[in-house]
């Protein structure tokens, strides 16, 4: 069964930071370009970092700096490395993987709180 599932949510007071994990089956290899979605309550589901193909990655303005995305082709996981959350950031995180030629795999979602 493809999937994928998030984890590494969490609350974390302003400045602070946390790492999302995405684990990918039965394999990343599958996935094409992964991404990391976020929405926050009332509003859209919006684009914060996606990796394109084997390494080139794209960032939301407003995580430029802060964010960083990888992905671990080992042990199939994608991961979002945030630094000096601001409370802007709350947010359901998902993990989405696009394959060729295929419909797109979303998680399940995980769960940022930024307190200020």
């Known amino acids: 069964q493809v999937q994928l599932v998030e984890s590494g949510g969490g609350l974390v007071q302003a400045g602070g930071s946390l790492r999302l994990s995405c684990a990918a089956s039965?394999?990343?290899?599958?996935?094409?370009?992964m991404g990391w979605y976020r929405q926050a309550p009332g509003k859209q589901r919006e684009l914060v970092a996606r990796?394109?193909?084997?390494?080139?990655?794209d960032y939301a303005d407003s995580v430029k700096g802060r964010f960083t995305v990888s992905r671990d082709t080992d042990n199939n996981m994608l991961h979002l490395q945030m630094n000096n959350l601001k409370p802007e950031d709350t947010a359901l995180y998902y993990c989405?993987?696009?394959?060729?030629?295929?419909?797109?795999?979303w998680g399940q979602g995980t769960q940022v709180t930024v307190s200020s």
């Open positions: 990796v394109r193909g084997p390494g080139s990655a």
């Open positions: 989405k993987g696009e394959r060729p030629f295929d419909r797109p795999i």
């Open positions: 039965p394999s990343i290899s599958i996935f094409r370009d």
